[in-house]
């Protein structure tokens, strides 16, 4: 991503700086007073369980409305209009995958970890490993897209361009997110992505009402102000779009129509198989509260996407399409620049501070579940065949917490200007493709076992990193990630299309070319656990 | 001693008689009947959305009111359905399954004590 001569000065950068500093201190307090008890490993691991759905819901939304969510599908509508919009439909409609099917039985079956529940009627060590290292894979991916994504808001909102600088505030957002893991757990995290959801979600709504306010309340007129200025660009490609129908950023080609196909499947598949958002069901304490949790969730992150088709058609309008993309920060600045415009310094503070505590929010609950995944599954299950001790669990979940957290500040240094949305769809095509399979057989289908689980579990992941490397967005085009080589063979960017439906049929020619029988009183139990709650984690009692 | 694998507070025996009982049965064909078909039914719709959105620009840029077209009201049904079907599922489960669930729960764990 070039960044242009940035020359617009957004707002206050002290301003920005300052209403962020407030936030850590405030949501430092909150942690550190939810970590008093902390010692368990039901506790550190699920926040003892003892959420309500609507405060898990809110968390929910908190999670998964990352930075890519409120600055790129904005400012995807700003500048591409309504292909923008495909993106956030995707990512909602998944939603009702993960309560149809998975939120609740999960709750009831599993521990910890999303494999607690796939390795519960196959074998344990095998599963476990390949449970572990999807998560651990997709977890990466996305944090990596978060930390990437941090530099690039630096540059527009504290105003540091340098390189340097940019790493600078990369490694204090990685310390900040060790310190909420260790010292809170999931507890402590849970509440900062309470906290933060509420902001996001509200300063999104203040937006949107003002954005309407100045258009009279009339929807119709904040999309034809937007095509106007948008074909009023000085750029030619940018004033050709019709920004109200789909096409302007999917629509150039058949390989691009089919790349968008395969970005919708990965979309609307993925969710229910991230890592991060199936732990979430863990801290409530029962089925029907997960399934709360999940209503919330959808009413909220609904809610949030109707938002932002408001704030990217209003930022279209009322920024213009050449200061958005001439902005430090490219489509990305659409929101805050937006935010200038209707409030000037005070708004943009907040949402500043908002898009930093989002990606804050976000690297902190990926942590805790990939740390959890790691010393529950394969340090306590792989590796000691389940001779530790719980406690020994939540060590070496923090130490691992901390070896994340610094891998995560090397690589998001790396990746500083990469592209986030592209980072975070690879992620989802990681998760439909290498998890949901293996969820939805191992819950629904008696017959599936161990050899099916590993084959769609490695076939699906290793599959979509194959087909990654060998894209167009790693090499042979101007956009890739290595420009100036080219060992791209495969035409599409997002490789969901190929990878997710290869892993639904290898778990079924895995499951039925096996010959070793399943073990029904296993079967029996989980059929029974995940349908009714028997024998369930329970809640601590405080 | 096992840590991460508390073991079942039910017998083998229990769980197995359970899978066959009909009042079991019952609860899964009942979730099973509801879950599968409605997530084809939105996974059609959604399908249907994306294939428009690729292949018929022309179709979704179709003027319905004002600046509003055919896309835009597609694309807001696709929020309308999803809020439709989960407050449909969550009716569904409050009336269906949360009590033959609680009954065979009641039923497993009162044997115990």
């Known amino acids: ?542 | 001693m096992p840590t991460t694998d508390r073991p079942p507070a039910n017998t083998a025996q229990q769980f197995l008689d359970m899978q066959a009982s009909p009042e079991f049965q019952e609860l899964r064909t009942r979730l099973r009947r509801f879950v599968f078909p409605m997530t084809a039914i939105f996974l059609v719709w959604y399908a249907t959305y994306v294939l428009l959105g690729a292949f018929a620009h022309d179709f979704m840029a179709t003027a319905v009111f004002g600046n509003v077209n055919v896309g835009l009201l597609i694309g807001l049904g696709q929020f309308v359905s999803t809020f439709v079907i989960t407050g449909l599922y969550v009716r569904f489960a409050n009336r269906e399954l949360d009590p033959r669930a609680a009954a065979i729960r009641a039923e497993m764990e009162g044997t115990e004590r």
Do not use: C
């Open chain 1, 1 to 542: 991503m070039t960044v242009l001569a940035a020359t617009e000065t957004v707002g206050n950068p002290l301003a920005n700086i300052g209403i962020f500093a407030l936030f850590v201190v405030i949501t430092l307090f909150v942690v550190i007073k939810a970590s008093k008890k902390n010692q368990t490993a039901d506790q550190f691991f699920t926040g003892g369980r003892s959420f309500s759905g609507p405060q898990n819901g809110i968390a929910i939304a908190g999670d998964y409305l990352s930075a890519a969510s409120f600055l790129g599908i904005a400012g995807a509508i700003a500048v591409y209009g309504y292909d923008g919009f495909l993106y956030s439909i995707g990512f909602l409609v998944a939603w009702l995958v993960a309560l149809l099917l998975v939120a609740e039985l999960l709750r009831n079956t599993g521990r910890f970890t999303m494999a607690d529940v796939l390795s519960f009627r196959l074998k344990q060590r095998p599963v476990r490993m390949a449970a572990a290292t999807s998560t651990l894979t997709v977890s990466l991916f996305y944090l990596l897209a978060q930390m990437a994504g941090a530099g690039g808001l630096v540059a527009l909102l504290l105003d540091i361009k340098s390189k340097s600088g940019q790493s600078i505030v990369i490694a204090v957002v990685g310390i900040l997110m060790i310190v909420y893991v260790l010292v809170g757990g999931m507890k402590g995290t849970t509440w900062v992505q309470i906290i933060k959801a509420v902001l996001l979600i509200a300063g999104a709504a203040i937006m949107t009402v003002m954005v309407l306010a100045k258009f009279g309340l009339n929807f119709s007129e904040i999309l034809g102000s937007a095509q106007t200025a948008i074909s009023g660009s000085t750029d030619k490609a940018v004033a050709a779009r019709d920004v109200l129908a789909p096409g302007a950023q999917y629509g150039g080609s058949v390989t691009s129509q089919i790349n968008f196909l395969s970005l919708a499947l990965a979309l609307v598949l993925g969710t229910a198989g991230l890592p991060h958002v199936l732990m979430r069901f863990y801290t409530v304490p029962t089925a029907k509260e997960a399934r709360r949790s999940v209503v919330w969730a959808i009413a909220l992150i609904g809610a949030f996407y109707l938002f932002t088709l408001v704030l990217g058609y209003g930022a279209a309008a009322l920024v213009g399409p050449d200061r958005i993309l001439a902005a430090a920060g490219g489509q990305n600045s659409a929101a805050p620049l937006l935010a200038f415009e209707l409030g000037g310094v005070i708004l943009l503070g907040v949402i500043s501070a908002v898009a930093f505590a989002t990606i804050l929010a976000v690297v902190a609950g990926l942590t805790i579940t990939a740390s959890a995944s790691f010393a529950h599954d394969v340090y306590a299950s792989v590796l000691k065949s389940h001779q530790v001790t719980e406690d020994e669990q939540v060590r070496v979940s923090r130490i691992t917490a901390v070896v994340l957290g610094v891998l995560a500040i090397g690589l998001g240094i790396l990746a500083n200007g990469q592209n986030i949305a592209f980072l975070v769809a690879l992620a989802f095509a990681i998760a439909a493709a290498a998890n949901l399979p293996t969820i939805v057989y191992s819950l629904y289908w008696k017959r599936f076992n161990t050899r099916g689980a590993l084959w769609s579990m490695y076939g699906g992941l290793i599959s979509t990193l194959v087909l990654i490397v060998f894209s167009p967005a790693v090499s042979g085009a101007k956009t890739a990630m290595i420009p100036g080589v080219d060992f791209a063979w495969f035409p599409l960017a997002n490789p969901g299309i190929v990878s997710i439906p290869l892993a639904f049929v290898l778990g079924i020619i895995g499951t039925v070319t096996s010959k070793v029988p399943g073990d029904p009183t296993l079967d029996a139990e989980m059929e029974v656990r995940s349908l009714t709650g028997v024998g369930a984690e329970k809640a601590v009692a405080h």
